[in-house]
């Protein structure tokens, strides 16, 4: 029996230079919040550069749209650090640094365990969500399914 984890994708478009004064606070809480991510529960793995952060990478037409990944062992670990720890500070004041999303801008789906994903896959995650609503190719925390129906 194959063991899946949670994948997750957001995307954002920023409302200036990361290393500019509108970015400057986010900038300040990347590395706490992203160690946060790698010691808590569940945490499996997350999209980064040498950096340690996904920030420099682009995989967009819009040089503005950032865009984090990760895996996490379950949806229940994945929603606690989201909504239950100092991450959500970030979601609260997100307005402050990303400009309103029109579309869809974060997607999750079951990997089996052990699978990286990709840039390019978390992106098809996206746009097929966009273009068709929660199903078990790509679905949100208020409509996930479950990972045995794959």
Known sequence: MTTFHIAQVNIGKIKGPMDGPIMAGFAARLDEINALADTSPGFVWRLQTPEGN?????PYDDDRLLVNM????SIEQLKHYVYK???VELLKQRQS???KFSGVYTA?????????PTVDEAKKRLEHLDA???SQFAF?????????EQ
Not at 54 to 58: I, S, V
Not at 140 to 148: E, G, H, I, L
């Open 54 to 58: 996904a920030t420099d990478l682009r």
């Open 70 to 73: 990760s895996v996490w062992e």
């Open 85 to 87: 720890t100092v991450h």
């Open 97 to 99: 640094w990303f400009e």
């Open 132 to 134: 068709h609503g929660p």
């Open 140 to 148: 949100t925390f208020q409509k996930p399914f479950p990972a045995d």
């Open 108 to 116: 999750l789906w079951w990997v089996p365990q052990g699978h990286i």
